[in-house]
Structures are given as C-alpha cells and as structure tokens.
C-alpha cells in the first residue's frame, strides 16, 4: 500500500498530463502501483482485504483448556498477568 501524500502526488501529476510513468516516479511507487491507484474511482480509497488466517501456529493451543479453568477458579490470576505479576 502507499501512503496518502504518494497517492495526492500521483494524482497531482497525473492531473498535469505527466505520463504514469513519470508520476510513478515523482510519487516514488513503481509503475504498476500507481496504473493500480490511478484505475480507481477513488485513489484514496485504499484496498483492504480482511485478514482471516493465522500466520503462526497458536502457541498456547495445547494448554488453554487448562488454562482457562486455572483463571475460571482464580480470578486474581488474570488482574496478575495484565500487570505483568508472575
């Protein structure tokens, strides 16, 4: 993703009659980027997509349900994990 000072630079000089590839480079994006920006009905609309996968495996997988039952019994466990208590 670029930022918004790219985007209003690219489409400044896109705006001028530049070239994409010039504008690309004023706006320090490459060429495919900015033809990506520009095909938009609005450029500054960046494209999100949702992130619904995991990029590591859960570390704590193993042990929650033992885990949750220990903060289940002893509430006083969790005020000490949040303030770093071990």
Same mark, same amino acid.
């Given at each position: 993703m670029i930022n918004r000072r790219q985007i209003n630079? /690219?489409?400044?000089? !896109?705006? !001028? !009659?530049v070239s994409i590839t010039m504008s690309a480079i004023k706006a320090g994006v490459s060429r495919n980027t900015a033809r990506k920006y520009l095909q938009q009905a609005d450029?500054? *609309? *960046?494209?999100? *997509?949702?992130?619904d996968w995991r990029t590591r495996e859960?570390? /704590?997988e193993a042990i929650w349900s033992a885990a949750r039952g220990m903060l289940e019994t002893a509430p006083e466990l969790h005020v000490m994990a949040d303030i770093g208590i071990r």
């Open positions: 630079q /690219l489409v400044y000089e !896109r705006n !001028r !009659r450029p500054s *609309q *960046q494209k999100k *997509q949702p992130h859960d570390p /704590l």
